[in-house]
């Protein structure tokens, strides 16, 4: 792995998070929203699978780049509407990682290999990709799912938390069950997992 590089594509996807309007308070300071979920993804991934490749890793720092650009209101408010979204932010994440990464001089291959992973292209086939869905659920439920669920019907929580395990491997599961989580939370993923 070449260090400089690496650490040149992280700066750079950080430089275009810390453009996030939204803002959240992490450790007592606040900060621009889609930055500290990309740490919390970097930090995340460290944990679970800290022999990661340089692709893995750079796909999981720039998991939510730029996702301020697209608002999720100018899609209809159904499913359908809301797959839509999804979609269009995955490619836009693939497309302004990808300029980056030409930029700090990486190879086409590599370029796709994590345009790739970011599009989650192959889930249950490759193995890195499934690493990422395991550390997005992981994080989801470690940072965001507690506030998440204060919005939300216990039936339709459960529902969510069926449909997260369902896309996890079974270290994702094991690593899930071992979050430091609030009883509420933790009941609820028991529920929705027998």
Known sequence: MDQDRFQQAILKID??????????????????KELVYAMRMSDTLE???????????????????????????????????YLKWRTDLK?????????ILQKVGY?????????DLIQKKQLKKNEDAQTLQDVV????LNYYFAEFSEKHTEEKLIS????TWAKMSEGGRK????????????TL?????Q
């Open 91 to 99: 490619k836009m994440h693939a497309e302004l990682t990808r300029s």
């Open 107 to 115: 190879s086409e291959e590599f370029t796709q290999e994590v345009s």
């Open 160 to 163: 969510i938390l069926q449909k």
């Open 189 to 193: 993923i028991e529920k929705a997992i």
């Open 175 to 186: 690593a899930a069950l071992e979050l430091n989580l609030n009883p509420t939370s933790r």
């Open 15 to 32: 430089q275009l998070n810390q453009l996030d309007p939204n803002k959240e308070y992490f450790k007592g300071k606040e900060y621009p």
């Open 47 to 81: 944990q679970f699978q800290p022999q990661a490749k340089e692709s893995l890793k750079i796909a999981a720092r720039a998991q939510h780049i730029g996702r301020w650009k697209i608002d999720r209101h100018a899609y209809p408010m159904d499913r359908a509407g």
């Open 137 to 140: 659920c992981l994080v989801f």
